[in-house]
């Protein structure tokens, strides 16, 4: 109904134009003939009386034309009467006629001038009056005038009431009109349409069966048939589709997709209902220029959780974070995700601003965060922050219970290290419930966790769960030690478990991944407008996608880029590095110092080589979806990841699935655990610029044959073990355990 008031608006416009020009031409008429009507009955008058007024002004009988003239002043619209002798001096007058007429010579002086009568309107105080000047002879000479005084306020009441009545008039046909208009645009268009279009988004969707029939009125009925066909063709394809992924199911070597995922979840799982719990959420809103809006958080969990839920449903519990969040959910805190063609429950857990601070910045990101990183930033270890982050957990918790109260064995994917103590409260409360960790950033050696207070109730918290994933095995072997180290468990080492209560823990490594896909609208741009929008005219590109966290290796990536062009000056103003940086954790004071840090070496860097507007570096500190980052990947000449440590880095694989052009190279930290499975790229020591520099300089003299080469050997990694595979084996560990 956006739409409905500007169109309706413009054609009242348009018939409030029309009327005003009806109206404008009515009120001419009536303002002409009352005008004439006027003129005529005061020339009858004027002759009538001069026959009366004409022997007393001869004859100087000035007492006997004055009663005339008063005899007739009293009448309906008659101001008043007056007599004017030859040079235009006032002879006599009415006795109401107001002295600013009766004494104006210049009324008189065009009728005995030129011996023609004379009319006009005058303006007196505040009022309309018409005059009739007529001349009075005397053997055919010109001995004075008879001046008549009309009263014509009425024809401005007139024209006033024929412009209140047509303004009313046309204010009620308004209203009639937009009444009618709405009622049609909603209940004959509107609601027919959105009819129409949620059978196609249930079509689309899979939620209605191939014997339904879309039945609207002669109106939209061309329209329903064709969508009705259209419908039962997509049902029958998609049919098609889970028949073939069903039949590929226990095909290893076959691709994972959604709808094999899909039939995956029947046949394992029995369309038992998932729960999702982490930190962030995948979709927030916001209120920007008085409208709220969503967007997707900058995070890889999100980037990789995404599919599974869109693909088999659920809910998925998080923190509401977007200032306009409150305002978008029900009674019960949830909504229907993604916003434009909803797939499964997003339910929000509110915070204060205490515990975000204390559970999240601090606990979370300034201790667990530096200690499993090692991106050598000193943990912070503080009670308060500890005690919150119990806090929080427990909240996370009471979330969960209400959505699995009425549900059999839920099996539930906690994610991260924001919530290392909640698989252990989901047991205690409901121990039928199937609980997986997955731990989406590295573990440390046994001895750098040992350095954590609370080192023993965290892990405590996390063999609660049924099964604990890593991204690698050597996070698996650490964790282990960890266990072994801290705790009284049994460990076992060769099926990687642990023992404790009589409670068994699966430890597994399960390397995340991306929803690998073919092709794209955007596959079409060509590079050339994708620079031009990026306001960019150099020959080579190199892209970085990074959110502004210190582990990432931002600083370390400029200090090589500077290297390179040290090295090779013959790139200056050719080779442009564009970093996209969004930001994060803005509440921690060593991320915006980091963020200020960075900025000041762009600047730096750009500084020393720009010139005739080039600049080495293009930082952009804000947020892209990876609808505008996919174009980005695909026109760069290389992707460099710098991370000083880190878990896996999908932005690696991202880089990878976007190349279907097969060309492109991908630099890639040893600290990254991509690393280890993306066997194409060039792996360097992000601590060393010297490295980073080779890397670079190879990277942009690489033949395209070693490129495609290179290149098709991580395409085929991310395809064969896409998020999907990931997934279907998390899930399938998950559930044999039982």
Partial sequence: MKHFFPITI??????????????????????????????????????????????????????????????????????????????????????????????NAAIPEISISSDTTDNDFLSVNGGKVFFFVSPLHQDEKVI????????????????????????????????????????????????????????????????????????????????????????????????????????????????????????FFKAYLKDRQIFVISNREPYSHSVSNNKIAWQVPASGMITALEPILEACGGTWIAHGSGNADKQTVDNHDKIKV????????????????????????????EALW??????????LFRKQDWLTYQEVNGKFLQALLVEIKDVQNPLILVQDYHLALLPQMIKASRPDAEVGLFWHIAWPSAEVFSICPWRKEIISGMLGADMVGFHTQQHCNNFLDTVNKEIEAITDFEDFSVTREN??????????????????KNDAIPKSAILENLGLTTEFLGVGVDRLDYAKGILEKFKGIEFFLDLHPDYIGKMTFLQIASPTREGVLKYRQFAEDVTNEADRINNR??????????????????????????????????????????????????????????ILSQF?????????????????????????????????????????????????????????????SLSNLS
């Fill in 10 to 103: 413009g054609i009242a416009l348009i018939v409030a134009i029309i009327a005003l020009g009806f109206t404008l031409r009515q009120i001419s008429l009536q303002h002409n003939s009352l005008t004439t009507d006027l003129e005529h009955r005061t020339m009858l008058l004027t002759d009538s009386l001069k026959e009366s007024i004409r022997p007393s002004y001869i004859s100087n009988a000035t007492s006997t034309m004055q009663s005339v003239l008063d005899k007739f002043a009293g009448r309906e619209f008659l101001l008043g009467l007056a007599v004017y002798d030859a040079d235009g001096k006032l002879a006599a007058s009415s006795a109401d006629l107001p002295p600013a007429l009766a004494d």
């Fill in 144 to 263: 004075g005038a008879l001046a008549v005084f009309q009263k014509a306020d009425y024809i401005n009441k007139s024209i006033n009431q024929i412009w209140i009545s047509n303004i009313l008039r046309l204010s009620l046909q308004l209203l009639i009109f937009f009444l009618a208009a709405f009622l049609i645009a909603k209940f004959v268009i509107r609601l027919p349409i959105l009819r129409l279009a949620e059978t196609i988004r249930q079509a689309r969707s899979g939620g209605i069966n191939a014997d339904f029939e879309i039945k609207e009125s002669n109106f939209f009925q061309p329209i329903s048939a064709e969508i009705t066909s259209m419908a039962k063709s997509l049902i029958k394809a998609r049919t098609s589709a889970s028949e073939e992924a069903r039949m590929r199911l226990e095909q290893l070597d076959s691709p994972w997709t959604e709808e094999r995922l899909k039939e």
């Fill in 338 to 365: 993604p916003p434009d063609e909803p797939k499964y429950t997003l339910k929000r857990v509110w915070l204060t601003d205490k515990e975000v601070n204390g559970y999240y910045n601090g606990f979370s990101n």
């Fill in 370 to 379: 530096p200690l499993c990183l090692l991106a050598h930033n000193r943990p």
């Fill in 503 to 520: 409670h068994t823990t699966y430890i597994k490594p399960f390397p995340i991944s991306v929803a690998f896909t073919n092709s794209s």
């Fill in 609 to 666: 080589f720009g010139k005739d507007g080039w600049r080495p570096i293009i930082l952009l500190k804000e947020y892209y979806s990876h609808k505008d980052i996919f174009p980005i990947y695909r026109a760069a000449n290389f992707c460099l990841i710098t991370s000083l440590s880190d878990g896996m880095n999908l932005v690696a694989k991202e880089f990878a699935a976007a190349r279907n052009d097969g060309s492109g190279v991908l």
């Fill in 672 to 732: 990254a655990g991509a690393a280890r499975s993306m066997k194409g790229a060039l792996v360097i020591n992000p601590y060393s610029a010297e490295e980073t520099a080779a890397a670079i300089h190879e990277a942009l003299t690489m033949p395209a044959a070693e490129q495609q080469h290179r290149m098709q050997k991580m395409r085929d990694m991310v395809k064969n073990y896409n998020i999907y595979r990931w997934a279907a084996e998390f899930l399938k």
